[in-house]
């Protein structure tokens, strides 16, 4: 697939799937212990930290590993769509469970009042594409970005 396999996109995936993993699990730490969602819960969102790891792959995987758009964008959509279905089961979770988390909060649904999980899943799939397609376009910014970086030096 563009020139890389799987587990290649996949090694070279793995530092920004382990932070989003730590991100993940200390949002369920915060949300089990009773730490209200404002405004200490909203330090740093699974959507934040996957906006900054597109950019920082984009441009980084160009310059340090000389790799073309495609492949930087196959990277990243690992990383997009890990991080939206940890929140999709994050959120089914929630229901099931009934358990009151930070995946099913009405502000993180963007909705005023608690509402039925099959909405909180629609809107949870919804959010899966727009934010995969989301991160795509910052990989892109981040590729282009990543052309003011030095050039790799090689080594002597």
């Known amino acids: 697939m563009f020139g ?47 906006t900054f790891l597109s950019l920082a792959y984009g441009a980084f995987l160009r310059r340090g590993y000389g790799y073309r758009l495609p492949q930087a964008l196959v990277t990243v959509a690992i990383l997009a769509l890990y991080a939206q279905l940890i929140v999709l089961v ?44 989301t991160s795509l376009i910052e990989c892109a910014l981040g590729f282009w970005f990543g052309g003011l970086l030095p050039a790799k030096q090689s080594e002597a």
């Open 90 to 133: 994050s959120t089914a979770v929630s229901y099931l469970a009934g358990i009151e988390s930070y995946f099913n909060y009405s502000e993180a649904l963007n909705v005023q009042d608690a509402i039925p999980m099959g909405q909180a899943m629609v809107g949870r799939v919804f959010g899966l594409v727009i934010n995969t397609v």
């Open 4 to 50: 890389l396999t799987l587990k290649k996109y996949f090694k070279i995936a793995r530092f920004g799937l382990l932070i989003i993993t730590i991100i993940s699990i200390w949002r369920w730490a915060l949300s089990l212990s009773g730490t209200p969602y404002f405004p200490r819960g909203t330090m740093i969102s699974i959507v934040q930290a996957t």
